[in-house]
């Protein structure tokens, strides 16, 4: 396995493996590597030659007040890790290597970052379809995979490679849990252990939506009381939001129709954590697009 | 000469250029093609293995009230054209090829649209660099050539590959005139023959200006008032704007230095226009950035 810090050298690299008529993955992290992260490379590594992942924690996707300097966290961890899943590449650059002097382009979708976390982040979606371009660029891969975990970032990652015809095969990967139901992310270990507690209500809302669900219940307003009414009897929450929208469009539905995302984001004490399942027919499954 | 109108087409039409080994040179034009053009195509031709040009009319650069209805058009000169200059592709596509239903990402520069047309064209070049890079993400160049009439045009391409990591080299190349010192625009053709004789005000205003620097002028505003006033005193014209910048980032000069850009925009009757040259030491010429 190899580490690239420059972008010149991947772009090298990666041009080569495109000649030799073989294909790259890429997984693209923020580090402080998961369980969930690992599921992404063995996707990725199913599903090409070449295995290349991404560590970056991106500034230009944090706010003014948002975590940018505490987010964990471990290069060598994370190194260990990524050896053991079968990565081939690991792309590793600066903050000055991604943007030089002078940079001032970016990449915008107008609507997807409207929704949702969008609201409370603003310019966040911004960072996330810019640095991710970036990255293609970069590394060239015939196929991407993101978490469904963060759903909204992939639905307008996929937008933006929809509209700016990138080649690229993006895949989304079912949400994976700890075994009492949270949600993996590397923004779980800022959780003490009352908080910890805590933040299983998200599950436990989502599981209470899905039954209301199969049950019959299409009313939007029904069950987003019902999930909101059960986090907050939780103490440490604090709802930023609770949606049910089209999981393409991520519009507020007025009735609920055949495929609905149910997405949430509740502060955990200082901890901003996101969670989301689909709601459809025929299925209490959260782990298909 | 083979003509593809389908964004997927072209795409496995570059990938398998690329694998076989061969380069990629592209000119994206929206067509009614004029000797300027055609040198465009002439240095792409000497640069790459494959030459392919863009032929579209791009709706999104374009502004309400601006001429997008009655831009000219001219399918079977262009590709007669393209063919004896030794095009080997032309990328034609509709516009709900190129924009999708549910188009939504632009790519957009903070600053460089700040100056000059951006300040009465807003969202054009916003409009000009989403399109481009749609058409670098479609056909995959390796070299990308364009021309230095649209020098603002130039700057806002060459900064968004780099910003973007884009591994495409931007080549510039002179601007091309008429015999008598127009620079050659698809526009000219909207010029009555009063017009058209107004029109080399802009020229002879860069000539002069090209004077003044050489005899030691060195303040904007002198040079600038004489160029304002040749250009004046010529029937149907309407200065948008002169400006003496720095020819990298676009900003303003309060002093003239080794290197500056002179452009202009001036309206002669109905039809837009602009030009442009440096004024630079050891040299009278406009012909290299």
Chains 1, 2 share one sequence.
Not at 106 to 117: I, N, S
Request: hydrophobic share 40%.
């Amino acid at each position: 396995m190899e580490v690239v810090e420059t972008v010149q050298e991947m772009q090298q690299i990666c041009e080569a493996i495109r000649l030799a008529g073989e294909t790259i993955a890429l997984v693209p992290t923020m580090g402080f590597l998961h369980q969930g992260h690992l599921e992404l490379m063995r996707v990725g590594r199913r599903h090409a030659d070449k295995l290349i992942i991404s560590i970056f924690v991106n500034p230009s996707q944090f706010g003014p007040g948002e975590d940018l300097d505490q987010y964990p966290r471990d290069r060598e961890g994370d190194l260990e890790k990524a050896r053991k899943v079968g990565v081939d590449l690991v792309f590793m650059p600066s903050a000055p290597e991604m943007y030089q002097e002078g940079y001032q382009t970016r990449v915008q979708l107008e609507k997807l970052p409207r929704h949702l976390c969008g609201l409370s982040r603003p310019g966040h979606f911004d960072g996330v379809a810019t640095v991710v371009a970036k990255l293609f660029n970069i590394t060239r891969p015939h196929i991407a995979v993101f978490g469904q975990k963060d759903y909204q970032q992939l639905t307008v990652i996929s937008r933006m490679v929809m509209d700016l015809n990138m080649d690229i095969r993006i895949i989304g990967v079912p949400t994976i849990r700890e075994p009492d139901g949270l949600a993996m992310s590397s923004r779980n270990s800022y959780l003490n252990p009352g908080e910890r507690k805590s933040a299983l209500s998200l599950k436990k809302s989502m599981d209470l939506a899905l039954e209301l669900f199969r049950e019959g219940e299409r009313r939007p307003g029904v069950i987003i009381d019902a999930v909101r009414s059960l986090i907050s009897g939780h103490p440490f929450t604090e709802i930023d939001y609770v949606a049910l929208c089209d999981p393409v469009t991520l519009d507020s539905v007025e009735v609920l129709g055949e495929r609905n995302l149910l997405a949430m984001a509740v502060r955990v004490g200082k901890t901003r954590l996101i969670d989301n399942c689909l709601l459809q027919n025929g299925s209490d499954r959260d782990d298909h697009i």
